[in-house]
């Protein structure tokens, strides 16, 4: 049997946000695999799905731009090592253009954007020389370019949450949008861009936690078509329900405003990647040793 360490507990706690013991119990049961301890712990407790994506476990900032005509832009997420570096301006001017020549070129692919040049040389020298000067690696992530007939909207929390939007509507609209966005996470526009894997493993989730409740099959289904119709509200920018007008749903105020939405984009700094966790005090302590 896999051995099921504190740090796995730990990471369990905090996708599903349970106790530790439920948390090693669900270990225990399925042989320390993760996915598979997630779900049980889902089934037996109604937990909703992994809060895990949600931490921001690195440093860094999402550079922006829209070109005056408000017709293409770009986002692109650069990452670095330390929250300081992340303030500092050259870096900040460094993912403004960078996400310059990406709308510029449309360029969505980042090995191709560093091969690019501007005025003050290429891109992928300049991100060496920032290195050598700031002292820490620096790499972009990842870019996301738009070019539209209708109007892009731009929201930027600070530097560490960036969204794009693309919207036949005005611009205080698409502002309101972008804030939205950013405040309540929608990972698509419309139920129907909803992966479908995603949408059939919410079902069996549901099923076999209404299961549980030993009602008769035909109430259980209801309840799991009721569970995965809000699931779908939940995660759609067009089923969730508008920031500054709750009782609104997103869907219901483009159609009151005649607006659409192509699409959009949203990056949080760091978003799914595991942050190393430092002891320094152990460090010392093992140098003191040497």
Partial sequence: ??????????????RTGLGMMECKKALTETGGEMTAAEDLLRIKSGAKASKAAGRVASEGIVGAWISADGKSGALVEINCETDFVSRNEEFLAFGKALAKVA?????SDVAQLMTMTQPEGGLEAIRQALIMKLGENLSVRRVACYRT????????HGSKIGVMVDVHGDEALGKDLAMHIAASKP????????????????REIYAAQAAESGKPADIVAKMVEGRVAKFLAEVTLLGQAFVKNP??????????????VNGFTLFTVGEGIEKKSVDYAA???AAAKV
């Fill in 283 to 285: 460090e010392v302590a």
């Fill in 247 to 260: 009782d609104q749903t997103v869907e219901k105020l483009l159609a009151e405003r005649k607006a659409r």
């Fill in 103 to 107: 709308a510029e070129h449309q360029i």
């Fill in 187 to 202: 990972v698509c526009v419309s139920k129907e861009q909803v992966a479908p894997a995603l949408i059939e493993k919410e």
């Fill in 149 to 156: 007939d209708a109007q892009l909207a731009l929201y930027l």
């Fill in 1 to 14: 049997m896999a051995e099921i360490t504190a740090g796995m507990v730990k990471e369990l706690r905090e």
